[in-house]
């Protein structure tokens, strides 16, 4: 139930965040480090201040846990997946929600920003991603995954590729734009709970539950 910052030279904590009633299920920083964003169990996003610790705002909407937060490249708005099977998008300044996305057919367990802030990518307990336009609200393209599972995803830096792990551990490369599955970069022994690629795009990391770091070439 609480966040914590951690000064990663020497592993100190630094600070707390406190104040949802349940569960931590995702976080994020703001573009410009000033902000995080976590999401929760209690239903809730909340945003913080990094510097005090102080809670700035609360986002209301969900029906259900919300499983993962994204700013967007201009960190005005912030995106939200739920088990209410809905993204929601929302304005940092007000907290108003200014889009509902519809359209899979079970838990959203994973959403990111393209780097252009025009397009969303999520993953769904559908065995689904999909790629959404943000001002229309309307899913423009439906990726079809082999195997079900809580997995993450992640937009490359060029805004067309990005990568996926199935519920068994599998990293798969994506054309967000064709809807091709590129190839397979292969496999870890158990969940994915996180992945990432460096920011010149060449190569990704994945994260598991078993706490092991792979690097993968992404080219």
Do not use: C
């Not at 990432?196 to 990391?205: E, M, Q």
């Amino acid at each position: 139930m609480t966040l914590k910052l951690w000064e990663v030279a020497t592993g100190r904590e630094i600070r707390a965040f406190r104040g949802h009633k349940h569960r931590v299920n995702s976080v994020a920083f703001s573009p410009d480090g000033r902000q995080v964003l976590s999401g929760s169990s209690d239903k809730t996003l909340r945003l913080w201040d990094v510097a005090t610790g102080r809670e700035m705002r609360k986002f209301r909407g969900h029906s259900d846990d919300v499983n993962s937060v994204a700013f967007s490249p201009d960190g005005r708005r912030v995106l939200s997946g739920s088990g209410d099977n809905t993204l929601k998008l929302w304005e940092v300044a007000t907290g108003r929600e200014i889009r509902e996305f519809e359209g899979h057919e079970g838990y959203v367990l994973s959403v990111a920003f393209a780097p252009n802030g025009q397009r969303v990518l999520s993953k769904g307990w559908d065995s689904t991603l999909k790629l959404w336009e943000i001002t229309t609200g309307k899913a423009i393209r439906t990726l079809d995954m082999p195997i079900n599972g809580s997995t993450p995803v992640a937009f490359a830096p060029d805004g067309w590729h990005a990568l996926s792990a199935d519920f068994i551990g599998t990293m798969r490369l994506w054309n967000v734009a064709t809807g091709e599955m590129i190839r397979t970069l292969g496999k870890h022994g158990s969940l994915v709970m996180s992945v990432a690629f460096s920011p010149d795009g060449r190569r990704a990391a994945s994260g598991d539950h078993d706490g092991l770091i792979i690097i993968w070439g992404a080219e």
